[in-house]
């Protein structure tokens, strides 16, 4: 995208009935990284992500633990998911819970909207209901129990008996978009991603919509519809507003004539697990319609994260809290991990082996070690003074293109939602400068330049030089996806600037050579990946 445009992305908003585990954390570094690459490349960047705080779930947690909803909400938030974002140093521009009164007061102004142009009526409604998904069951979803469920109709996802509700609902008129949806996904192919979302989200619609339940009348833990306060607002359809309130929908004045943050902000992308993809690629959009605003830029589904073979859940004892990892790989490791090792996009599995060997092999004994070795030749061949370089060999100039299309590569991919290819582009100047290094033995080098070999010397600086401006372009390439390390690295070459500030380094002139001045101090760099014995 050209520099300077907006670019706004949000994670969904999560529901805070338990603590965060790495599935969470896997969504939201993932945005992170991207909002951070578009942020460092001189975009309007703005990244959300946030709580999903009403539902019926959230009451009954609240009055096993004897305290009120709000209570409930506010003690899992302060202490669980307010912490996670500091853990994996994501660094969100605003954080939207569906208990504040921006959000409240928008999402009823919203349905008001709907509800004056003929676009929701009342009905009864009838079927199963997961109370852990707070979600109406399809019958895809829905599968015959086992065991001491055995004769009971449980959801697929929680493998937890379904009830059976009936209700007098509102209704929106979710079946009059099929066409316009069709529409959406043949002239945006790129509305949804990866292909296999969209493929499936276009064979749902094509079979036909039925009319959406938005209300629930049995509990008031929720915004009441504003002509009818009987009924409170479906918690899904309550938490897709939250990517339009957060940016000002119903707030804003623009009579002044002066841009305001919504007009500014949406629309924006979205990314979100494959489990919600219906929720985002089809109501969200049809709901958008219906009140005459701009659909999303697009929206990605990413893959399930899975433990023994089975999608993380706490239910099912397989989810792994973010700081189970982090406490003995770090929050950067964490972030290289699941971001370069998972096709973003599609499944991937967790292990605490793979995890322990990819540490060593490509954070500490690959990059770490090349920044490590690189510093410290400066330091005892030059003084610690970064070198001047004199002609280029053919291979000096090989890795200048490297690093040059490496960039571009890494640019396209991030474009693409493909943080797992950008990091394999990077990748290659890594494995490049350490292949370098081997062949051109700069320690053979300064041995035959001691009796005062000018031309060696000359070679030994221009070697030395190469990698230091490789490892400046690696720096800048990397931040958005590990920003600890990648600072430390930055500091320790002199560069200049605030690492992951535009002013420092915009990120997609990464590749253009020769931006680190030679003259600088570098510093003694602590190895950026210690070794480490525990793996889990």
């Not at 994670?11 to 991207?34: E, K, M, Q």
């Not at 370089?389 to 571009?408: F, G, I, Y």
């Amino acid at each position: 995208m050209p520099a300077g445009e907006s670019f706004y992305i949000t994670t969904p908003i999560y529901y805070p009935s338990d603590v965060p585990h790495i599935g969470h954390g896997y969504t939201t570094v993932a945005v992170d990284t991207l909002s951070r690459w578009h942020r460092q490349a001189g975009d309007d960047t703005w990244m959300l992500t946030g709580t999903d705080e009403h539902g019926q779930k959230m009451l009954r947690a609240a009055a096993a633990n004897n305290v009120t909803p709000q209570e409930w909400v506010d003690k899992l938030v302060g202490e669980s998911w307010f912490p996670l974002l500091e853990t994996l140093d994501v660094a969100n521009d605003d954080f939207i819970r569906t208990t504040q009164q921006r959000h409240e007061k928008n999402v009823q102004v919203f349905f008001q909207k709907l509800y004056d142009a003929g676009y929701i009526y009342a009905g009864e409604y009838e079927a199963l209901y997961c109370v852990g998904c707070e979600e109406f069951k399809p019958e895809s979803e829905i599968v015959d129990g086992t065991g001491p469920f055995e004769g009971l109709k449980v959801c697929a996802i929680h493998s937890k008996p379904l009830e059976l509700l009936q209700e007098k609902n509102y209704f929106f008129k979710l079946s009059e978009f099929q066409d316009r949806l069709l529409e959406l996904y043949k002239t945006e192919p790129d509305f949804v991603r990866p292909d296999s979302a969209r493929n499936e989200v276009v064979s749902f619609v094509s079979q036909g919509l039925k009319d959406l339940s938005i209300s629930r009348s049995t509990f008031d833990w929720g915004i009441p519809l504003p002509w009818d306060e009987s009924h409170v607002i479906y918690v899904w359809v309550d938490a897709l507003l939250n990517y339009v309130t957060a940016v000002g929908y119903g707030e804003d004045d623009s009579s002044a004539g002066a841009e305001t943050q919504f007009e500014r902000r949406w629309p924006g992308y979205h990314v979100v697990g494959k489990d919600i993809l219906r929720f985002h690629a089809v109501i969200w959009p049809a709901l958008l319609m219906a009140a005459g605003l701009e659909v999303p830029k697009g929206v990605f589904a990413h893959g399930w994260l899975l433990v023994g073979g089975e999608k993380m859940s706490k239910s099912k004892l397989t989810g792994i809290a973010p700081t189970e990892i982090t406490d003995v790989f770090g929050s950067d490791a964490y972030r290289f991990y699941f971001l370069s090792a998972i096709a973003f996009g599609q499944d991937g599995s967790f292990s605490w082996e793979d995890l322990s060997a990819r540490y060593q092999a490509e954070l500490a004994n690959g990059f770490g070690n090349l920044a490590s070795r690189t510093v410290a030749m400066i330091q005892k061949y030059f003084d610690g003074v970064v070198p001047a370089p004199a002609d280029h060999s053919e291979r000096d100039l090989v890795v200048q293109k490297k690093v040059a299309d490496a960039t571009a590569a890494a640019d396209a991919a991030i474009e693409s939602f493909r943080i797992d290819e950008a990091i394999d582009a990077i990748w290659t100047i890594v494995d490049d400068l350490n292949l370098y290094i081997t062949e051109n033995e700069p320690w053979a080098l300064a041995k035959q330049a001691d009796p005062g070999d000018e031309k060696q010397r000359e070679r030994l600086g221009t070697v030395l030089y190469t990698c230091a401006e490789g490892l400046r372009a690696l720096a800048v390439l990397l931040s958005p996806v590990m920003p600890q390390s990648t600072a430390k690295l930055w500091d320790a070459l002199g560069a200049q600037g605030s690492l992951g500030e535009l002013t420092a380094q915009p990120i997609r002139e990464a590749g253009a050579w020769g931006v680190l001045q030679p003259g600088t101090t570098v510093s003694p760099l602590a190895p950026l990946f210690p070794r480490v014995e525990q793996t889990a």
